[in-house]
């Protein structure tokens, strides 16, 4: 009764949606566990280009179940989007199921992340303003309205009026915008709630469930290892948890269902917004890596900081999530660098770290250490089978699986379904 965790293991953009997309053809459920509509996932099915940021990717397959689990934060409007985009190019999204857990994403959270990120000015964190940072501050702080509470409509006014009227005197005084008024929302979000009421369920029992019967589960992770709130390079981290741990939180089951977790890793890094990077390459190479990969950012359109793969860090996300294998993704990427380097190691005054460093000071100041490797110049997009690859890029797939210590068991080599390689085992 196998469950598979799929989450990324870098700062994000991994291209997920393209792994996630391949492995969900043999699942039976899809769960969607944290963030909310950040993600940003980019998938060519079917030769269309699909962009969902907050819908589980398995939506594209008919016999699967996509499950929006307790904790994601959901715009309903957004999602009400998504699946009116989704029945437009034939895909029929009946399937999905949302949390009675949930959080919503209120207006509230969407004013109050612009004039907080405004107000913060070169310290601001460069966030989606979408509203998910606010929707998970007040999760833990207890006034978060969920999903259920959209069905209770006393319950709704009620948590309302005590949670905007702090929220309109900071609207108000604090940075001179408007109140919002009570009524408006519960309007909205009523009517929100009669269109989303056949989606809704009791989705920890669902994949219970599941489980039980022996389907496939997949637990689908969005941003990265390096932006988890504990564990990532904080306080330029996503406001939600993105480790394995939290997939089985969020899904409400127990570990021992657990028998796979994929980690995966683009053949480089990228990272999106403030925070240190140490492998990031602010010359023609990091401008070559934007320009090859099209490092420019699916929500945000912002163009991706680059530079090259750090084994440190993917050891690191090796331990913290438990990873059994490895994704490789855009390896075609790196065709036509005469060099390539890879950090094995971080120098930081005088000392050398295998890790990432356990302080934050320290890993600002992190110089990476490189090896390196002959580049190949073939365009390798034709490539089905690990021999098919020039043995310089054999090389750099070894040295990756020999430094992260898990083994390579897909590789990406373009952005379309078949051009995967699966690593026979
Ligand atoms: P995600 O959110 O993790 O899916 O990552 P992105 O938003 O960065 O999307 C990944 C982009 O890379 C999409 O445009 C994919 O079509 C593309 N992509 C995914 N895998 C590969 C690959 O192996 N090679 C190339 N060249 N492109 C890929």
Request: glycine share 12%; aromatic share 6%.
């Amino acid at each position: 009764m196998p469950a598979t965790v799929v989450l990324g293991t870098q700062w994000g953009d991994e291209g997920k949606g393209k792994a996630v997309d391949y492995l969900a053809d043999g699942m039976d459920l899809v769960v969607r566990y944290q963030g909310g509509n950040n993600a940003g996932h980019t998938i060519i099915a079917e030769g269309r280009l699909l962009k969902l940021q907050l819908i589980p990717s398995g939506v594209l397959y008919p016999h699967i179940t996509s499950v929006i689990a307790d904790g994601v934060v959901v715009d309903p409007q957004v999602l009400l989007d998504e699946m009116t985009q989704l029945s437009e190019a034939g895909i029929d999204p009946s399937g999905l199921r949302v949390s009675l857990n949930a959080h919503l994403i209120m207006p509230y959270h969407l004013e109050l992340e612009k004039v907080t990120q405004r107000f913060l000015g070169k310290n601001a964190l460069g966030t989606t303003k979408r509203g998910i940072g606010p929707a998970y501050a007040d999760r833990a702080a207890r006034v978060g309205i969920r999903v259920q509470d959209l069905y209770d409509e006393a319950i709704l006014r009620e948590k309302l009026d005590v949670v905007l009227w702090e929220k309109n005197q900071v609207l108000t005084k604090i940075y001179n915008r408007m109140a919002m008024p009570a009524e408006r929302i519960v309007e909205d979000y009523l009517a929100y709630a009669e269109r989303l009421r056949p989606y809704v369920a009791d989705t920890g029992k669902l994949i219970d469930d599941a489980l039980r019967e022996g389907r496939h589960v997949m637990l689908e992770g969005a941003q990265g290892t390096m932006l988890d709130l504990d564990h990532g390079t904080y306080p330029f981290v996503t406001s939600s948890t993105p480790v394995t741990g939290y997939a089985l939180a969020s899904a409400g089951v127990g570990p021992h269902h657990v028998d796979r977790v994929v980690g995966i890793t683009k053949a480089y890094v990228t990272r999106v917004g403030a925070g240190p990077f140490p492998t990031e390459d602010t010359g023609e190479a990091g401008e070559q890596l934007g320009e090859r990969g099209h490092e420019f950012g699916t929500v945000t359109g912002r163009k991706r900081r680059c530079g090259w793969f750090d084994a440190a860090v993917l050891r690191y996300a090796a331990r913290l999530n438990g990873l059994s294998e490895l994704c490789l993704t855009k390896l075609d990427v790196l065709s036509g660098f005469p060099t390539l380097q890879v950090c094995t190691a971080y120098r930081v005054g005088g000392e050398t770290w295998d890790d990432v460093p356990p302080n934050q000071t320290l890993f600002h100041r992190a110089e990476p250490v490189y090896e390196e490797l002959p580049g190949w110049e073939e365009d390798i997009g034709e490539a089905r089978a690990l021999e098919d690859l020039p043995k310089e890029a054999q090389r750099y797939v070894e040295l990756l699986e020999d430094l992260g210590g898990v083994p390579v068991t897909m590789i990406g080599v373009g952005p379309a379904r078949e051009q995967t390689i699966v690593v026979a085992g």
